[in-house]
């Protein structure tokens, strides 16, 4: 588990959410979703990851897990999920339906 801090900037229905620990900082866009979804955060994809992030690819999906729960309980609290591609993180109300 890596310690770190998401800090958001709001703008209107969309923002930035910059990560930071000790070892990197970097922002990622958000914009709010069509329901079923609440939000969608732009992230590095697979190809642009350790350039972006300075992060190594290996740790990418867990990292990812890691800052979607965190958004969740940061703006969602306890009753919500999230799905991850190559390009964002989506985050839903509710609980997961799979």
Do not use: C
């Not at 229905?13 to 900082?25: A, D, K, M, Q, V």
């Amino acid at each position: 588990m890596i310690a770190f801090i998401l800090q958001y900037t709001e703008n209107g229905r969309s923002g930035t959410i910059t990560f930071s620990s000790p070892e990197t900082t970097f922002d990622m866009w958000y914009e709010f979703a069509a329901s079923p979804a609440l939000v969608i955060i732009g992230i590095p994809t697979p190809q642009h990851w350790e350039a972006q992030t300075k992060t190594p690819l290996p740790t990418r999906a867990a990292l990812l897990d890691q800052i979607a729960k965190q958004v969740i309980k940061d703006k969602v609290g306890s009753n919500g999920y999230h799905h991850v591609d190559d390009h964002t993180i989506t985050i839903f109300t509710g609980k997961n339906p799979r």
